[in-house]
């Protein structure tokens, strides 16, 4: 597979665990507990998409 093409899924992949992440937050019914869960979800699409670009950098 390609870097393009590992880029693409790369990325749908990461917007999909966003959404999930979300929806999984939304769930919550203590408003406290929701936006820690929306935060949360933010630092944990953060650093998917950090370690995603790093590895990315190093295919040839």
């Not at 880029?7 to 990461?14: N, Y």
């Not at 966003?18 to 999984?24: D, G, K, M, T």
Request: proline share 0%; charged share 15%.
């Amino acid at each position: 597979m390609n870097k393009k093409n590992m880029e693409i899924l790369s990325s749908v992949g990461s917007v999909v665990l966003l959404i999930i992440l979300f929806a999984v937050a939304h769930q919550m019914r203590d408003s406290i507990s929701q936006e820690y869960g929306f935060i949360g979800a933010l630092v944990v699409f953060i650093i998917a998409m950090s370690v995603v670009g790093l590895k990315l950098n190093e295919m040839q």
